[in-house]
């Protein structure tokens, strides 16, 4: 292995000329900037972080440029060098420059990066989906295909957004710019920032993908098959971690959330795991009794209702309301609410002696003519 075509320099390279290659090839080619390559990428990486290990060092050059190797990936003592640690000690363990919190659980075959850091790359914002079902769905519970528009890395230039990467005038090809800012007297802060011009990566295009124009990514369709699990409710969601939109080969994709919602039911109303079920009743069956039939959910109620039904009354049916979700078995309850509906005409005098013959009334007839009261309405029940 040539450790100066590995870091892309000549042979009388100079120290900060080594330090330069090897701060844009490892952040070009780190793993976890990589996702779409991860195999060549955690390779290249090796091979960078070994020459670097080797021609950094004056002592090691020295014998690989005499005899061709330098005790290639050993430290002093013998001792193994994981590259992750190199490009810890070299980028300070902070991560990424510019704040990128790159760094997921490691890279295979080279230990863990960052050990204990807790560091993750960036992920992009979720894209969330609203799906709305009748009741019956959440009842039953079913599986369906869905599909929506996402946006994905551009197969055309594997989300560079062109080809042939050169190195970006802007930072030098750094990835990212110093600036110096004074904070007082005689004091001076440096800010180190991500280059806007390259997002951090030290190279651009020379010309745009002409798939993608240059963004990166593609709106595609694709389709998901989402599990409505009986007995969710209004407002759960289905998650797909890393299922939506990519923007970067940097980023993480984010998940695709789809937002569950219940269509309003004319026969029913939910309330956690019961529900309520509204039968409208003629005031003369409220009187003598009436037959329920109820079509529920595939399942046929039938019950007389005997004796005197008082409006906004309910029957409660245990276990036939909504499945308790995750506890198989488990059923809320189902109450039937009686709305009694009088009649709209006006009685004639005999019927209103009949009814008063079988029901008491807290007042007879009297013998006056009846008073109307004016500005004023006899508002019905809705």
Known sequence: MDYYKELEIEKDASESDIKKAYRRLSLEWHPDRNPHRLEEATEKFKRISESYQVLSDPEKR?????????????MPGGQQMDPNDIFKMFFGGGGFPGGFSGM??????????????????????????????????????????VTTRIQELCGGCNGMGGMNMKSCANCQGNGFIQQMRMIGPGMVQRIQSNCDRCQGKGKIPEKNCHECQGNKVKMVSRSFTIEIEAGMKDGDRIVFQGGGN????????????????????DKYERKGDDLYYMQNILLGDSLVGYWIELDHFGEKIQYYEEGIIQP?????????????????????????????????????????????????????ER???????????????Q
């Not at 690989?64 to 190797?69: I, L, Q, R, S, V």
């Not at 005409?345 to 009814?355: A, C, F, H, M, P």
Request: charged letters at 30%; glycine letters at 12%.
């Open 62 to 74: 020295e014998k690989y440029d005499m005899f061709g190797h330098a005790e290639e990936g050993q």
């Open 104 to 145: 997921g659980g490691g890279i295979p075959g080279m230990g863990s990066l960052f050990t204990g850091g807790g560091m993750h790359r960036q992920k992009v914002s979720a894209k969330l989906d609203v799906l709305e079902f009748p009741i019956e769905t959440f009842y039953t519970g079913a599986k369906k295909k």
């Open 246 to 265: 990519a923007m970067d080969p940097s980023f993480e994709n984010g998940d695709m959330i789809f937002h569950l919602k219940e269509k309003k039911s």
């Open 312 to 364: 906004n009354s309910m029957r409660r049916i245990r276990k036939k309301g909504m499945p308790v979700r995750g506890e198989n078995g488990h059923f809320g309850d189902l109450y039937i609410v009686y709305k009694v509906k009088y009649p709209n005409q006006v009685l004639k005098t005999e019927q209103k002696e009949e009814i008063r013959e079988i029901f008491p009334c807290l007042q007879g």
């Open 367 to 381: 013998d006056q003519k009846p008073i109307s009261i004016k500005n004023s309405d006899l508002i019905s029940p």
